[in-house]
């Protein structure tokens, strides 16, 4: 179908866009999950929670807690063929669950105004690495703040990106988003390998493999188990509806069980590598995870990128390609962010796919700019009075970490008892009837998930409380 001429948003009974085949949507859905949550986040949360141990359950968070999440999105996506509010609308009619829908647009609003912030700092280096910057000896630290502690080319780069997003996002699900992650995802495998296999061979890099693989269990509190679900709920984009609204293009002809395992699989992948690449890197360094903020991941990268031989090439040819294909992964994630919010005024608020595409991208735009001002540009947003980090670190703790949790709590609750597993189970079976390891989805989607991320809000919450 030819997105051009048709709005993603459709009636019931009229033809909705789909995607090209199950290939296409694991492709575009891992191009959701995979983004900078994977190669900034992912290694910047797990320096900050101890390494190994957020490692072990990290894995552990993802297998029992974001997998069946993943599943429980797609099957309401499929089953509704709506954006998140309209799906909620759709199976609980007149209830109070449209909220759930309503917090996962304005978190992806949220998210996207920070995101496209640190999506813009890849664009810069693009330009760093192909003029020649990275070479031996230099200053990395003063790249980043030449880059992210500037108000100018901070702002400047956030809009440039955000344009970018809007314009794929024009282009509707066939031919925007599923083209461009064809190509990425092999590509970017290849020179996440090469850069693994450069930084283990670092001198020094076994005690960051140590901090990385060897786990000091002392080192689990509530706090890193949160931190775990959070990162991995971020990783996956799950908890805002972003798998709602991708798994409604998925045609009823596909299986659904092993699209979800798929985009996990990858998804965790990618993490584990870029944990490979930066921790090696910064203990060889001599520098200390868990420090640096936001800007760690890209002041490490740098420096390890600028030791590649023989110089300047090694810096030229590397560096351009890796930060090209970051800008590009998180580009299409950045899409999915912004997909949710207009899928969601196409749909409901009828709106031209193009208006919403503009307002969404407009309002995260202005909402970004604090973000873009926090490091280093102006100095209270850079370490918020009272809350001890910088105002970006803050939205990535509150929307990028709390709201999904919040979100994917309740997603599971509805999904296991207000629509009913039955339900689910007749929407994955309805392709060939078959539900591959469907009894445990429906303990861990019943149990496991509701409760655990219960216990853990819960004990973070309770000091409080109860004071
Ligand atoms: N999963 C993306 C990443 O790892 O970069 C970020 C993200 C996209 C989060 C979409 C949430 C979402 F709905």
Known sequence: MDTSTTPAGAEIGTPRDTWGSKFAFVLAAAGSAIGLGNIWGFPTVAGQNGGAAFLVVYLIAVAFIGAPVMLAELIIGRRTQRNPVGAFKALAPGSAWVVVGGLGVLTGVVILSFYTVIAGWTLAYVIKAITGAFTAGVDTEAMFTGVAGAALPAIGWHLVFMIITIAVVLGGVRDGIERWTKILMPALFVILLLLVARAVTLPGA???????????????????????????????????????????????????????????????????????????????????????????????????????????????????????????????????????????????????????????????????????????????????????????????????QYSLVIGALLISVFIAWIWGTHNADAEVRSNDGNFPLGGLWTFLIRYVCPVAIMAILGSLLWPYIAR
Request: proline share 5%.
């Open 206 to 400: 076994g005690t960051g493999l140590e901090f990385y693989f060897k786990p000091d269990f002392s080192k689990i509190t509530t706090t890193v188990v949160l931190a775990a679900i959070g990162q991995a709920f971020f990783s996956l984009s799950l908890g805002m509806g972003a798998m709602i609204t991708y798994g409604s293009y998925i045609s009823r002809k596909d299986d659904l069980v092993s699209s979800a395992a798929w985009v996990t699989g990858f998804d965790t992948m990618i993490a584990i590598m870029a944990g490979l690449i930066i921790f090696p890197t910064l203990f060889s360094a001599g520098l200390e995870p868990g420090t640096g903020g936001p800007g760690m991941v890209f002041v490490v990268l740098t420096s390890l990128l600028s030791t590649i031989p023989p110089a300047p090439w090694g810096g030229i040819v590397f560096g351009t390609l890796f930060f090209l294909l970051l800008a590009i992964a998180a580009l299409t994630s950045s899409v999915s962010l912004m997909e949710v919010a207009s899928a969601w005024l196409i749909d409901e608020r009828k709106m031209p796919r193009k208006k919403a595409a503009l307002i969404i991208g407009g309002v995260a735009f202005v909402l970004g700019i604090p973000s873009a001002l926090a490091n280093g540009a102006v100095g209270w947003l850079s370490s918020v009075p009272g809350i001890g980090m910088d105002f970006l670190s803050f939205l990535f703790m509150l929307f990028g």
